[in-house]
């Protein structure tokens, strides 16, 4: 494994496109998320390409089913090598339970982490679907439901990351997307923060996709991330 904190989101609809990308890029200065775009247009196949070039690959499927076909599937990725999946927090103990069974605690080989609330989903979302809880403290009740399954960590927003870290210690990995450099206008994000900001307030992986794949010149994108990151980690 890399000790690069950033990891790339490969957000194309096809293989080709992806690798003209990966093709730019060392494995030294990122590890890579392939989703679900990536991952039904193109199968395992994809992720079998990046971890032969040597880089570490996040699938982010977001495995929610019964406990059965999450064990399944999560054995399924860890046999294409991945370094890291996820599963969603609120499927249910069982569930995280049954995930965690199928992937061996192994330190960073291979890290299982759990969803809490997506960045795209703001207070008022969820007062939609009929949850009273705000996004922080639904965050903190599926981290407390994820850690207490022995996973590795959860996927959050940087504005949880300092409350998350109080609560479950430096071993709990935090996966913050939802990153955006300064210079660049939010989206369909809402609860952003930027690279600098993420790390400071405790987060261990960074998220990033459109900032650097749409970049017009992702390596110099990157690099200039990457020594953001080091100028406070400093």
């Known amino acids: 494994m890399n000790d690069s904190r950033i990891i790339v989101a490969l957000d194309y609809p096809t293989k080709s496109l992806a690798m003209e990308f990966v093709d730019k890029v060392d494995p030294g200065l990122c ?7 990536l991952f039904t247009g193109c199968g395992p196949d994809i992720v079998e390409s990046l971890v032969n070039k040597g880089f570490d690959v996040f699938l ?23 370094w890291m999946l996820n599963i969603h927090a609120i499927g249910g103990k069982e569930m995280l339970c049954a995930a965690r069974q199928a992937v061996p605690a192994d330190g960073s080989k291979h890290l299982l982490i759990a969803v809490t609330v997506l960045t795209s989903t703001s207070d008022q979302d969820l007062k939609d679907f009929g949850i009273s809880y705000s996004a922080v403290d639904m965050v903190m009740k599926l981290a407390q439901m994820t850690a207490d399954a022995g996973l590795d960590g959860v996927v959050c927003s940087a504005h949880e990351t300092v409350q998350l870290r109080q609560t479950f210690g430096k071993e709990f990995y935090l996966i913050t997307p939802g990153i955006r450099p300064a210079d660049i206008n ?49």
């Open 31 to 37: 590890k890579l998320k392939v989703g679900k775009q």
């Open 60 to 82: 982010d499927l977001k495995f929610h089913d019964i406990p059965n076909t999450v064990y399944e599937a999560c054995k399924s990725a860890v046999n294409l090598g991945v």
């Open 186 to 234: 939010a989206d369909d994000q809402k609860r952003i923060k930027t690279p600098s900001e993420a790390i400071l307030s405790g987060s261990n992986f960074l998220v990033i996709g459109r900032p650097v794949t749409q970049s017009n010149d992702p390596v110099a994108t990157l690099i200039a991330i990457k020594d953001e990151i080091e100028s406070v980690l400093n």
